[in-house]
């Protein structure tokens, strides 16, 4: 069991894993329903949520306006209270970028990110900075993960969920 004093942090992906797209921001309904259903385990009740989204590139007027609608939309789809969804870890490509510099000393342009690491390798390169902000527990939900793959480290355990399989 996780400790309480740490929190668990559920990060969701967008594009193919809540919504279509940007372009078409439609939630996918299936996936939704997976995610809600996941969601209602005991375990989760008092989780933090966040965005991991490599489609967001820096928080641009246009970014920011279709995601604040489907984070409203969200929140009512998952019966999730808007104090649970944490700016902190919401977060676009240029600040994901600023802390792997910042927590690892490594250095990458936002575009060459996604070709230089996988999700499931970038998150355990930047662990360091969930222990900072008090999270014990990480679970990813995306469609392109490996699924049920779990990272353990001393300070963090980081969980992949992909949408499809779950």
């Known amino acids: 069991m996780y400790n309480k004093i740490m929190d668990t942090l559920i990060l969701f992906d967008l594009e193919e894993t809540v919504i279509e797209s940007f372009e078409q921001p439609f939630f996918i309904m299936p996936n ?5 259903n996941f ?3 005991d375990e989760f009740r008092d989780a933090r949520f966040g965005v991991m989204s490599w489609a967001i590139w820096n928080w641009s007027r ?3 306006e279709v995601f604040d609608g489907i984070s409203i939309a969200l929140q009512e789809e998952l019966d999730i209270h808007s104090n649970r969804f944490d700016g902190m870890f919401t977060l676009s490509m240029d600040q994901w970028v600023s802390i792997l510099w910042k927590t690892c000393g490594v250095k ?10 996988n ?4 998150l355990f390169k930047i ?29 963090v355990t980081i969980e992949f969920r992909n949408i499809e399989d779950m």
């Not at 939704?32 to 809600?36: C, E, L, Q, V, Y």
């Not at 990458?108 to 690491?117: G, N």
């Not at 999700?119 to 970038?122: L, R, Y």
């Open 32 to 36: 939704i329903r997976k995610i809600k």
């Open 39 to 41: 969601l209602s385990h």
């Open 62 to 64: 246009t970014e920011s």
């Open 108 to 117: 990458v342009d936002r575009d060459e990110l996604p070709h230089i690491f």
């Open 119 to 122: 999700k499931e390798d970038f």
């Open 127 to 155: 662990r360091k900075f969930f222990a900072e902000h008090k999270i014990a527990r990480v679970v990813l939900i995306d469609d392109a993960v490996e699924h049920n793959l779990t990272i353990t480290s001393p300070s």
